[in-house]
Nanobody, 116 residues
Framework: QVQLVESGGGLVQPGGSLRLSCATS????????MGWYRQAPGKQRELVAV???????TYADSVKGRFTISRDNTKNTVYLQMNSLKPEDTAVYSC??????????WGQGTQVTVSS
C-alpha cells in the first residue's frame, strides 16, 4: 500500500514563507525521484521542483531562487521550502514519487493560498 501524505499548506501573506512536507510509505523511497507539482484553478498542473534519487534538482523558472526542494531518505520524506511567496503561487501542491511509468504515485495535495 503506497501512501503519500502532504502537509504544511495554508494561508500566508505575500512575501511570507511556508514549508510543505510529503511523508511516504510503501515504497523504497531512496530510489524514487520525488517531485512537487501544483495546479491553480483553470490552469494545467505544472512541475514546481524535482529532487531525483541521485540528489540532483530541477526547478520551474517561476520559483527559482525562492523555493528549495530537499529530501530526507532516513525519514522517507520530501520537503518544499517556499519563500517570498506571491499570489500567483496559490495552488494545490501535490507530491509525486516516480520510478518507472507504472510506479508513479501521487499524494492528495495540500492547498497553498497567498493573499493579503
Amino acid at each position: 500500500q503506497v501512501q503519500l501524505v502532504e502537509s504544511g499548506g495554508g494561508l500566508v501573506q505575500p512575501g511570507g514563507s511556508l514549508r510543505l512536507s510529503c511523508a511516504t510509505s510503501g515504497i523504497i523511497f531512496s530510489i524514487y525521484d520525488m517531485g512537487w507539482y501544483r495546479q491553480a484553478p483553470g490552469k494545467q498542473r505544472e512541475l514546481v521542483a524535482v529532487v531525483r534519487s541521485s540528489g540532483s534538482t530541477t526547478y520551474a523558472d517561476s520559483v527559482k531562487g525562492r523555493f528549495t526542494i530537499s529530501r530526507d531518505n532516513t525519514k522517507n520524506t520530501v520537503y518544499l521550502q517556499m519563500n517570498s511567496l506571491k499570489p500567483e503561487d496559490t495552488a494545490v501542491y501535490s507530491c509525486n514519487a516516480y520510478r518507472v511509468v507504472r510506479e508513479n504515485y501521487w499524494g492528495q495535495g495540500t492547498q497553498v493560498t497567498v493573499s493579503s
